[in-house]
């Protein structure tokens, strides 16, 4: 089943972005930036322990797709998101050939990443149901995962990492406090605060 239309506001800017709109075009790709962070960091962590910048990755994912975006043919959020996620992957490649200190273009690593991707974006939309039980009116015309990312991103930094560590990262609350160099219960309070504004955060966007 296809995804929601890229309508309304961000409908419009598409249009403008394929009359050659470049400043439509880089606030379509700003409504993204949280979501592809938050897949460039589970990933990088996943890779490369962590080791680089999720910003860097993503400014270049927007380099990219911005060079190549009249290639872009479809109509549907779900499209562009997966289109995005595919440039990202590529992104990606080249970071973790650069760490392992391999030049030559691994096809096989590409595709084990949009795979990746896939199911990190799949897990960042299955959290959903812990914040609200029910679709919003909001999200029934917008992917999920990209509204909960932008949901995540409003939040203040700690809370948005025990959230991130607990429920997209699998941590028990000991590891994050070990991570995070808190004790666990401040762990554990942060994560009830965290989860309370994130569903208030969330459901003032919707």
């Not at 322990?49 to 999720?54: H, V, Y």
């Not at 479809?74 to 992957?89: D, H, K, N, P, V």
Request: net charge neutral; charged share 25%; proline share 2%.
């Amino acid at each position: 089943m296809m995804g929601p239309d890229l309508a309304g506001e961000l409908g419009e800017i598409l249009t403008r972005a394929r009359k050659g709109d470049d400043a439509a075009l880089g606030h379509l790709l700003e409504q993204y930036r949280p979501y592809l962070t938050l897949l460039a960091r589970l990933q990088i962590g996943r890779h490369i322990q962590g080791k680089a910048d999720c910003s860097d990755v993503v400014q270049e994912t927007f380099l990219e797709a911005s060079r190549h975006f009249v290639r872009f043919r479809g109509e549907t959020e779900a499209e562009f998101t997966a289109w995005l996620r595919q440039i990202l992957a590529t992104c990606l490649s080249h970071l973790v050939r650069r760490y392992l200190g391999t030049q030559a273009r691994d096809v096989r690593l590409e595709r084990t990443l949009e795979n990746d991707l896939d199911q990190s974006s799949r897990a960042i939309n299955q959290s959903f149901v812990a914040i609200q039980s029910t679709p919003s009116q909001r999200a029934s015309h917008r992917e999920q995962v990209v509204l909960l990312s932008n949901a995540l991103h409003e939040l203040s930094e700690d809370y948005r990492e025990v959230i991130v560590l607990r429920h997209l990262e699998g941590l028990t609350f000991p590891q994050i406090a070990e991570r995070m160099g808190k004790s666990v219960d401040s762990v554990e309070k942060l994560w009830i605060r965290g989860l309370t504004r994130l569903r208030r955060t969330f459901g003032e966007g919707s």
